[in-house]
Structure formats: structure tokens, C-alpha cells
């Protein structure tokens, strides 16, 4: 029993942040210009030239503007959660280091796992498409001649495609060999394809709108707006969301910004809405150009403009096609070793991952190992396998990290690894006499020496006139929040189970459907109650999202909604790669971590002593400790020291 308890004491151990979270290895180069390019080449790459066209033909019509309006939304409540971890941990590991500083290490763990396996199948993916666009410029003879002289390699399997794509796998390696050249170098290359690329969709709004028919959009014989009814534009608004994932590139660049705290939440607040603007724009101007029953599922734009007339436009949309790409693919590829360098500099992955090359400060064996794995899927899977496999793992690192912020900020001070606020005193309060005889003049003038208010205090305990409230009383400060998150989050995933796979039985009206969908509702605003019930943490100096909980609360359920939709499939996929994952942790990972290396308990960022902890000391040295207390902090000190009392 004793050994069960120290397994599970190593699993949900917690990441010690060091004092200065700025040290690090890599090259911090980057400025909020750079990582907000970043962000924008990451998102409308393969998105607009690939995506759009399928949304439009088969889901949604022209209502699609809706869809990557609710996408966007959706994407936005994730991404400001990964921009309050991002500016409070600035580290290369993302939602990894989140939650392993959150939650503890075999979910920190398991979230990093599946970022290695989103941004694997995202190059691949990726690659797979600039491979299709160069090969429709040359009408399909690369495929054709690779069939012709090797053959297939699998009829209709689900898993593997019909032939090998040396061309994506070429391009793959390339990328990954100027990411090895370092992250300035990365950065140049991406914010040069993103800026011409935004030449090429200027041209195709201020076209595209050049030859508008409203009647695509109102008449019923062109199917009007809502072709699919309001379900299809739903339906469209879940594929969409595959084109807003690459905003978790600008968490995972944090390590190596100027300033972290400045230009992650900057970065990505500007980003979704810039890249959810284009995408509205471009998706207008496609569907009213042409009716949605003629877009082309495969070249949708080039096909828009010869159906105009501008047949010359599709080599310069082609070029569009190429820059967007390669860009998301430097996105995918720029973000994939990183992940895995954060992993294994903790220890929980292979130790060699994490070295660093001296002159070019990249992690050049992740980008070398994981960059081979990357070619290789992209030379024998499909588009279609790769994105929707990714889209499961992404969707669960989104909401891991939003239940990650509703803990964090019901932890109480003691358990806080975070610079604070100082607490504030009584108002117009001033210096006693005997305070006067032993502070300098100077140091009274920084600051007014008054006894501190209990606010730290009374993070993550219940609120003041709720104290005696029954089974919730007996839970130590901040635990009552976690277990609180933890059945909220089943019953959410409860909920959207019943709303995807019961939908038929609901809208027949089925009493026991409506009957479930109630009960749940109700445990699910309970147990939202039990966490509002408690005192939040919003002494944080860095962004902080607003409407906590029920923003990150929102986000869990859009996020787990999306996952229901994806097909049984996809969550064999998912848990055969988790087997292989959990089976890297229990026989390396748990073994070799930091954590094992370093004593019990959190790092010198907070320090907290309360009553219960204070020796048997004279009068004189309590009111000598006091008074050191309230003394102001030195400018050249680290992180606020916390020091409470009753």
C-alpha cells in the first residue's frame, strides 16, 4: 500500500518553477511583432486554400462566414487561456508546462505527449497539402508518374495512403532544416511568406467582391444562406476549428520572447481576431462570387476566378496556395521541437532530446529525431486521417488547460508558485511611533508601514458567510475547487455525449433524453456554485482573463463537445498512442524526472509561514519579525515573499 501511495504521489507531484523563469537555453529574440506573424502564418496557411472549399461544398454553404465566426470565438476563449499560463510561464513546453506546474506531472505528462503527436500530424498534414497544391499547378502528374512507377501502396485503408508522397516528405526535411538554423532565422523566413501572403488574399477580397451576386445569398434557388440549416453551419464551425489551432504556436515561442508577460497575451489576442477576419472575409467573397454547389472541394479559389472570367488569376492564387502553406508548415515545424525539448530538459523524456546546439540555440537532435517522424507520416498517411487524429489530441491539451486556470486561481497562497500583488492596507493609515524610532526616514517615505490585510489569506478557502456550509467546510483550501473541477468536467463530457450521440432522441422529444439533459444541466451549475463558493486569486501581476470561472468553464464544454463529434476511429488512434505514451513514463519518465531530483515542495518564488508554523519565540523577536515584515521589498529582489498571519 505504501508503495501505491509514493507511485501516486510521484504522478501528481507539481513542477517547482525556478526563481528566474526568464533562464533558459534558447535565444530570446523575439519581439510581439514576430510572434504575432507568427501566430497569423500559423492559422491561414493551410486553412484558406485547403479547408474552405470543403466547408463550403459539403457543410455549411455560404453560412461558412458564420462557421469560422463561431470558431474563432471558440478558439479565442482556449487562446486566452494559453495566454494567462503563456505570460505567467514563459516556456517553450505550452499547455506541458501549464499543467505540470498546475495540475501535477502524469497530466503534464499526457498533455505533452499529445502536443508532440498534434504538431507531428500537423507538419505532415500540412506538407501533404503544399505536396497536392504543386502537384495541381503540374494537373496531378506527380501523383499520376509516382503510381506509374512504384504503384499503391494500400487500396481504401483508413490508415495509410494510396501511394507515397516523396514531394511532402522533401519539403518536410527542408523545413525542418532552416528551423535547425535558428529561431531568428525561423521567424524572418515566416513573417516573409506570411506578409506576401497577405498580398495574395488581398487580391482575392478585393477581387472576389469585384464580381458579387447577392442573390447566392438570399435566393432560395442558389440555396440561400443556410443551405444546410443551422446544424450545417455548426457542423462547419467544428472543421473550422482546425484552422485556428496554430495560435498555441505563440505559447510555445514564449521562451525564446524579449517580453514574455508583454507580448504572448498581445500576440494572440491580435492574431485570432486578424486571422477570424480574413477568414470571414475571404469565405464572403468565395461564396458570393459563385453559388456553393460549384465550389471546388480541392482548388476552390482558381476554379471561383475561371468561373468569372480571370482565368489568369489561378497562378497567382496557386502562388497564394504555396506561401500560405509553407508557412503554416514553419509553424507546425518551428513548435514541435520545442515541445519535446521541454519534456526531456524535465527529465520526462530521452535527456539527449534536450540539448542544445551553442551556436545556432536550437534543440538540433528533437528537430533531427522528431523531424524524421514528421517526413515519414507525411510520405504515408493521408490529409484526411492526419487532421482529424490531431484534432482529439488538441481539442483535450484545450481543455486540460482551461481547467487548469480555474484551479490555479482557487489555489491558496501557500501552494501559489506566482508572483503577486502586494496586499493593500488600510487606506490613510499611518506609521505608529515605535515603527518611526526603528524604519529609516527612508524607508517610511517608500512606503507607509500598516498592518496587512488578510486577503492572500483567503484564496481558495470558502467565502466569509459560506464558512460553515457542510461537506465543503471539511476540504483544505483549494481542494474543494479541484474535485469540483474534475466532476464538472465529466459531467460536462456527459452532456455532450448526450447532445451529439442523443440528438436524434431529443429532438423526438424522448422523455428520458430531456429528462438526463435536465439533471445534468442542474449537477453542472451546482458544481459551478461549489467552485464560485470560494475565494479566487486575482492578485497575479501578470494577464489576467476575465470571468473566471465560467469563461475557462465555456471552453471545457465547446472543446468536449467537439471531440464527441469526432469518430470512434480517431479515439482508438488516440488511445493506442497514449498506451505507447504512458508506457515512456512509467519506465523512463517518472524515474528520471527533476522532480525526483529536488527536494519536496515549491520553489523559492513564495514562502509562507503561518501561525501553525512559527517557533516558540520572545515577545521581542515576534515584534522584531514583525516589523521586518512590514518593511517594503528591495527593488533588486526576486519574486513577492509571502508571510501571512492570523
Avoid at 516556456?91 to 499543467?99: I, L
Avoid at 469565405?283 to 453559388?291: D, G, H, R, Y
Avoid at 515519414?376 to 488538441?394: P, Y
Wanted: aromatic share 14%.
Amino acid at each position: 500500500m505504501e508503495h501505491v501511495k509514493k507511485v501516486f504521489r510521484k504522478m501528481t507531484r507539481v513542477k517547482t518553477i525556478p526563481e528566474d523563469m526568464h533562464e533558459t537555453s534558447l535565444r530570446r529574440c523575439l519581439n510581439t511583432f514576430d510572434m504575432t506573424l507568427l501566430g497569423i502564418g500559423h492559422m491561414i496557411g493551410a486553412g484558406i486554400y485547403v479547408l474552405t472549399g470543403t466547408v463550403v461544398r459539403k457543410k455549411a454553404g455560404a453560412s461558412a462566414v458564420l462557421s469560422y465566426m463561431f470558431a474563432g470565438v471558440t478558439a479565442l476563449f482556449s487562446a486566452l487561456c494559453y495566454a494567462e499560463f503563456g505570460a505567467r510561464v514563459p516556456k517553450a513546453g505550452s499547455a506541458y508546462s501549464y499543467t505540470y506546474v498546475t495540475i501535477g506531472e502524469i497530466w503534464g505528462f499526457t498533455i505533452g505527449w499529445n502536443i508532440i503527436l498534434e504538431h507531428m500530424i500537423g507538419t505532415a498534414s500540412v506538407a501533404r497539402a503544399w505536396s497536392g497544391a504543386v502537384d495541381s499547378v503540374f494537373n496531378g502528374a506527380i501523383r499520376n508518374g509516382t503510381l506509374a512507377h512504384i504503384g499503391y501502396i494500400s487500396h481504401d485503408n483508413p490508415w495509410v495512403s494510396d501511394y507515397p508522397d516523396f514531394l511532402a516528405t522533401a519539403i518536410t526535411i527542408v523545413v525542418f532544416m532552416v528551423v535547425g538554423s535558428g529561431a531568428k532565422a525561423s521567424i524572418h523566413f515566416n513573417s516573409a511568406f506570411t506578409l506576401l501572403n497577405g498580398l495574395v488574399i488581398l487580391f482575392i477580397v478585393c477581387a472576389g467582391f469585384s464580381y458579387t451576386n447577392s442573390a447566392y445569398w438570399t435566393d432560395s434557388q442558389y440555396g440561400g444562406f443556410f443551405p444546410f440549416g443551422f446544424g450545417g453551419t455548426l457542423g462547419g464551425a467544428a472543421s473550422c476549428f482546425f484552422a485556428f489551432i496554430g495560435f498555441e504556436g505563440i505559447a510555445v515561442s514564449s521562451e525564446e520572447a524579449k517580453n514574455p508577460e508583454k507580448s504572448v497575451p498581445i500576440a494572440t489576442i491580435i492574431s485570432l481576431v486578424v486571422v477570424t477576419v480574413i477568414y470571414m472575409t475571404v469565405t464572403s467573397a468565395l461564396t458570393l462570387m459563385v453559388p456553393f454547389y460549384e465550389v471546388s472541394l480541392t482548388a476552390a479559389f482558381p476554379d471561383a476566378f475561371m468561373s468569372v472570367g480571370l482565368e489568369w488569376a489561378k497562378y497567382f492564387v496557386a502562388i497564394g496556395t504555396l506561401l500560405g502553406i509553407t508557412s503554416s508548415l514553419l509553424g507546425s515545424a518551428y513548435s514541435l521541437p520545442r515541445c519535446v525539448y521541454a519534456m526531456a530538459e524535465d527529465g520526462l523524456f530521452f535527456s539527449f532530446l534536450a540539448r542544445v546546439h551553442p551556436k545556432t540555440q536550437t534543440p538540433l537532435w528533437a528537430i533531427a529525431v522528431f523531424g524524421g517522424l514528421s517526413g515519414l507520416m507525411a510520405l504515408l498517411f493521408e490529409i484526411d486521417t492526419l487532421v482529424e487524429f490531431m484534432s482529439i489530441g488538441t481539442l483535450f491539451a484545450y481543455t486540460i488547460v482551461a481547467a487548469s486556470i480555474i484551479i490555479l486561481r482557487y489555489l491558496p497562497v501557500d501552494r501559489c508558485q506566482f508572483q503577486l500583488k502586494p496586499e493593500e492596507g488600510t487606506a490613510g493609515a499611518q506609521p505608529t511611533s515605535s515603527e518611526q524610532d526603528t524604519v529609516s526616514e527612508e524607508t517610511s517615505e517608500k512606503a507607509a508601514i500598516v498592518k496587512k490585510s488578510k486577503s492572500h489569506d483567503d484564496f481558495g478557502k470558502l467565502r466569509q458567510n459560506l464558512r460553515e456550509m457542510p461537506v465543503l467546510k471539511r476540504f483544505d483550501p483549494g481542494n474543494g475547487v479541484i474535485w469540483a473541477v474534475v466532476v464538472l468536467g465529466v459531467l460536462l463530457a456527459g452532456m455532450s455525449a448526450l447532445l451529439v450521440y442523443g440528438f436524434g432522441y431529443l429532438r423526438e422529444g424522448a422523455w428520458w433524453s430531456i429528462a438526463l439533459l435536465v439533471v445534468l444541466f442542474i449537477l453542472v451549475v451546482f458544481f459551478y456554485m461549489v467552485i464560485v463558493a470560494h475565494e479566487q486569486n486575482n492578485a497575479f501581476v501578470t494577464f489576467q482573463i476575465p470571468f473566471v470561472p465560467f469563461l475557462p468553464v465555456l471552453s471545457m464544454f465547446l472543446n468536449l463537445l467537439l471531440m464527441m463529434s469526432l469518430s470512434s476511429i480517431t479515439w482508438i488512434r488516440l488511445a493506442i498512442w497514449m498506451a505507447a505514451g504512458f508506457l515512456v513514463y512509467f519506465t523512463y519518465g517518472m524515474h528520471f524526472s527533476r522532480e525526483n531530483r529536488t527536494p519536496e515542495g515549491y520553489g523559492p518564488m513564495v514562502s509562507y509561514h503561518g501561525d501553525a508554523a512559527l517557533p516558540d519565540t520572545s515577545i521581542a523577536d515576534t515584534m522584531a519579525s514583525e516589523v521586518k515584515e512590514q518593511q517594503p521589498a528591495r527593488k533588486d529582489e526576486g519574486f513577492y515573499a509571502y508571510h501571512g498571519e492570523t
